[in-house]
């Protein structure tokens, strides 16, 4: 039995299966409870999914989520999952990457075997350059204390957050071999004609009300 036992109840519910297919083809294709952690010594946990806030010398705190695959061990390199999550309005972010985890992500690619990462997000629009600097952070300390196969490393996310792969592919090629935005539209800088120039090496997979355009410039589903 899946560790998840829902998908959030989202009405979208050929997410799951279908977003495990996508991610599934594209990384297979690719060359192959609370608490604060310290300033420059951050734990490595084990099994399951936590939520924990990583600090920063002079900067705010990045409370995140994290899902740690069951047959982990620190000897074996695992795919890596940038998850970012909805809008939520006005509402304080805190605990919403968890339930993005719990809700869709989690149960949609646990097949995977990859460690999942899902920031809670600085006021929203993940594009600010508060979030890059928060996200990128939390990426360099996920990837300096796990067994990450650098050459399988994805950023999805769902609706608002899906606007965050078309930005992080396009600004930050080098650090993803694949972009999956979920029920979004891409940003004008990424329709233009040369955006395949522009977010290479990384791919993208795009899903618009229930219909999937992989590779690169193909768009569509209004």
């Known amino acids: 039995m899946s560790r998840y036992s829902t998908c959030g109840g989202v009405p979208f519910r050929w997410i799951c299966p279908l977003f495990t297919i996508m991610a599934l083809a594209l990384l297979s294709k690719l060359p192959i409870g609370a608490a604060a952690q310290g300033i420059g010594n951050p734990p490595v946990f084990g099994p399951g999914l936590h939520e924990h806030t990583l600090k920063r010398a002079g900067e705010p705190g990045i409370s995140y989520a994290i899902s740690i695959p069951p047959d982990y061990t620190p000897s074996t390199p695992v795919p890596l999952i940038l998850a970012l999550h909805y809008g ?41 350059s508060e979030n890059e600097k928060a996200v990128n952070a939390l990426l360099d300390m996920v990837m300096a204390h796990y067994a990450i196969d650098k050459k399988r490393v994805a950023v999805t ?15 930050f090629p080098e650090r993803f071999r694949a972009a999956i935005p979920i029920a979004s539209r891409p940003p004008p800088s990424a329709a233009a004609a040369d955006c395949c120039k522009n977010v290479s090496p990384a791919r993208i997979c795009l899903a618009v009300r229930g219909r999937y355009f992989c590779g690169h410039c193909h768009f569509g589903g209004g």
């Open 88 to 128: 939520i309005g006005n509402r304080d972010s805190t605990g919403v990457g968890a339930d993005l985890v719990k809700g869709i992500i989690g149960p949609a690619l646990e097949v995977l075997g990859a460690i999942i990462v899902a920031p809670d997000s600085v006021r929203g629009n993940w594009s600010t």
């Open 157 to 171: 996310g769902y609706s608002m957050g899906g606007t965050g792969p078309w930005h992080w592919a396009e600004k």
